[in-house]
């Protein structure tokens, strides 16, 4: 598989190319530039199929000439010791949890990939600097991911505020690969920093800088690997159509299903589930995009304004203007809504769900009730995020139940003491780095 920008016409770039880069020279977003039919691979897997081993099948498929079967199944071994888990709730819904991994989240999947085959493909190379901006839990899913990892250092740009579930034995300084830096702005500054120095070339070449956020096409593909793991455990018992339901707040995950499809996965459509920021409003609705003023929800991580995946989005609508007509299904959800189906599904069916979940659920079941719904005997799978416990407070008092917190998230709370606290400025975190060596 081959990458080409949004905004350029030139040649396409291999995987490891895009993936260490990041960003094309000549500005936009890297996307595949062709599509490989994956339907005799994945056809065949069922729900026995482990995790690993449909990524050591996929894998090597989708990036032959970089990874072959033996190099994909050391990938798939050393990130995942982890994997999602398919919970059939009825015959209408599922939900697909993706907060097995180290720190709870969704993103554990993509970035754990996206370590393991960076550390692959640059057996040889000189050592890789990984610089990202960090929010939440992000940090510690890096920190986990690239901890070991050869010749690899991992650079967390962090806004003003605690920073929390670093383990100082894993600082570079320390022996380790990790180098935590606070800026002081905010998290928005962190990603203009990030982006700024993968611009810069002579400092990105002196470091041989790359990122793990969402702008690496490396770490959205590997998404694109538990739709198909859900349609494997699925698929011997869909009456009829399939349909994910995706909270949506830079809209990766919506990306990497729509890659999954193009991959050869029978879907007939994603919900692309919004709180009330309602980021991509106008665009689905055939509108330009315009950026709006930020409401705070009881969803924070789908209060964005401006989607990093805007271009990928925009370049898709292009290609094929019917399939996000016709495929994609926008919805909004409001944070009472939210609350009452934490409480619904909890009745319902004795399972708790993030206010993320919550808001993918409830689209899903507005999308299920919809007329043009009433005759396909459709299938919701709902992305399950982040794990309950994560937002423990908010569930019990939607629920009137105790939210158990797994040691692991527990330690995810511990305060950590930045290497550096810098201006959110490129000679500032420049400087910072190269004070750790």
């Given amino acids: 598989m081959q990458f080409r920008s949004t905004k350029s016409s030139k040649p396409p770039v291999s995987f490891k190319e895009a993936a260490l880069r990041c960003l094309p020279p000549e500005g936009g977003l890297y996307v595949p530039a062709s599509v ?38 050391r990938v798939a071994e050393s990130a995942f010791d982890f994997e999602p888990e ?33 550390e692959e493909l640059t057996r040889n190379n000189r050592r890789i600097m990984v610089i990202s901006a960090a929010r939440g839990d992000t940090g510690v899913s890096v920190a986990h991911a690239f901890y070991k990892r050869h010749n690899m250092i991992a650079v967390l740009l962090y806004p003003s ?33 990030v982006i700024e120095a993968i611009n810069d070339r002579p400092f990105a070449e002196r470091y041989s800088i790359t990122t793990t956020n969402a702008l690496n096409p490396g ?36 990306i990497s299903g729509l890659y999954a499809w193009k991959f050869g996965m029978p879907v007939r459509g994603f919900v692309a589930a919004m709180n009330v920021n309602n980021a991509f409003g106008d665009f ?19 209060d964005v304004s401006v989607p990093s995946n805007y271009e990928r989005l925009s370049a898709f609508y292009e290609e094929a203007p019917a399939v996000m007509r016709n495929m994609v299904f926008p919805a909004v959800i409001d944070d009472k ?46 992305l399950a995020t982040g794990h309950p416990a994560k937002e423990a407070e908010l569930v019990s008092k939607a629920t009137g139940q105790t939210i ?34």
Wanted: glycine residues 6%.
């Fill in 161 to 193: 505020g605690p920073i929390r579930g670093l383990s100082p034995e894993s600082f570079a300084p320390n022996g380790g690969t990790l180098i935590p830096i606070e800026v002081r702005g905010t998290y928005d500054d962190c990603q203009r920093l």
């Fill in 284 to 302: 689905f609705k055939g509108n330009g995009f315009k950026p709006h003023r930020l409401i705070p929800t009881i969803s924070p991580a789908l």
């Fill in 36 to 73: 490989i039919d994956m339907r005799q691979f994945f056809l065949y897997m069922d729900r026995n199929t482990a995790y690993h081993e449909l990524v050591s099948t996929v894998a090597p498929v989708l990036l032959q000439g970089e990874l072959n079967p033996f190099s994909a199944s």
């Fill in 219 to 254: 770490r959205l593909l590997p998404q694109s690997f538990y739709y198909l793991y859900a349609f494997i455990k699925l698929k011997k018992l869909l009456k009829g159509d399939l349909f994910f339901s995706i909270p949506c707040g830079n809209f990766g995950n919506l």
């Fill in 337 to 382: 809504t939210t609350l009452t189906t934490i409480e619904r599904v909890w009745k319902q069916y004795g399972v708790f769900l993030d206010p993320h979940t919550a808001v993918a659920f409830a689209a899903a079941e507005q999308r299920a009730s919809s007329r043009d719904m009433s005759h396909s005997d459709p299938h919701f799978v709902v």
């Fill in 404 to 437: 158990e917190i797994p040691s692991k998230l527990a330690m995810l709370q511990n305060h950590t003491e930045p290497l550096a606290v810098i201006d959110p400025h490129l000679d500032a975190l420049e400087g910072a780095v190269a004070s750790c060596f």
């Fill in 86 to 118: 398919l919970k059939q709730l009825d015959e209408r819904f599922s939900a697909l949890t993706l907060y097995n991994g180290p720190t709870g989240v969704f993103k554990d999947f993509g970035i754990a990939f996206l370590a393991a085959v960076m």
